[in-house]
C-alpha cells in the first residue's frame, strides 16, 4: 500500500480539519451574546487535537503535512458572515456549522472506504473520526434544540 496515497488523504483530512477549526474560531466571535462561544472553543480545541494526530502521522509517513485551509472555506465563512449580517443570528451560525459538520464527516468516510490505505494510517484517521463524529452529533443537538426552544 502506498504512502504517498496515505499523505495525500491525511493531508486532504488536514486541510478540511483546518478549516474547520477556523470555522468554529470564526463563529465563536460571531455568535450573539456569546451563547454558543464556548461550544464553538472547545470544538475548535478538539478539532486542533485532530489535526496534530493527523499531522503527526502524515510527518511518519514523510509528508509535510498543510498549515492552512482552503479557499473556499474563506468564501464559506464570508457568506456566514453574510447570512449573519441579514438576520440569521445564532440560528444562521448552527445551520453552517452543521453544513460543514457534514462535509467534514463525509470526507473522513470517504478515506475510511478507501481500502488503499495503510492499517496504521487508517487507525489514525479512525479514532479521528470518532471526535468528528460525536462533534457532528453535537452540532446537530444545538440545531435540533435552537429548533425546539422556538
Known sequence: MSTNHDVSKLDDLIVTTIDSIRGYEHSAEHAEAGRYAAFFREMAA????????????????????????????TLHRRWEDLRHLLGGGDE??????????????EEFDRVLKDHRMSEGAE??????????????????ELRDALHGAR
Open 46 to 73: 478538539d478539532r486542533t487535537r485532530v489535526v496534530e494526530a493527523l499531522s503527526a502521522k502524515s510527518r511518519e509517513l514523510g509528508g509535510t503535512p498543510a498549515e492552512h485551509g482552503s479557499a473556499a472555506a
Open 92 to 105: 444562521a451560525i448552527l445551520s453552517e456549522i452543521e453544513r460543514g459538520e457534514d462535509y467534514l464527516k
Open 123 to 140: 487507525g489514525v484517521v479512525q479514532q479521528c473520526y470518532e471526535s468528528v463524529r460525536r462533534g457532528h452529533d453535537r452540532a446537530r
